[in-house]
């Protein structure tokens, strides 16, 4: 669509409504897997897996590196706030194993 394209506030209804059944249907058939499987959890791979079952096969594989991309994140995230919490913690237990009292200020003075 143009930059300057206007949609009718009825068509963005139809299309809200319409990705939220497609959202249902993946995620009914995910949740399948997951009952057969013994499963209380749907994660992304079950939501991948549902879509390729279900004939969405060209969007697997773009959702696949996403996914691989967001979990990396994910897990370069958790690290970095444990190395922080664990920086801060071990640098007050130094100066208080030397009898020395210190205040660490973290992020926003907390």
Request: hydrophobic content about 35%; overall charge negative; charged content about 30%.
């Amino acid at each position: 669509l143009p930059a300057n394209a206007k949609i009718a506030k009825d068509a963005k209804e139809t299309v809200q409504e319409c990705v939220s059944e497609f959202i249902s249907f993946i995620t009914s058939e995910a949740s399948d897997k997951c009952q057969r499987e013994k499963r209380k959890t749907i994660n992304g791979d079950d939501l991948l897996w549902a879509m390729s079952t279900l004939g969405f096969e060209d969007y697997v594989e773009p959702l696949k590196v996403y996914l691989h991309k967001y979990r990396e994140i994910e897990v370069c995230s958790v690290f970095i706030d444990n190395l922080h919490s664990l920086c801060f913690e071990s640098l007050a237990g130094c100066f208080d194993k030397q009898g020395w009292r210190i205040i660490l200020w973290q992020e926003g003075g907390k």
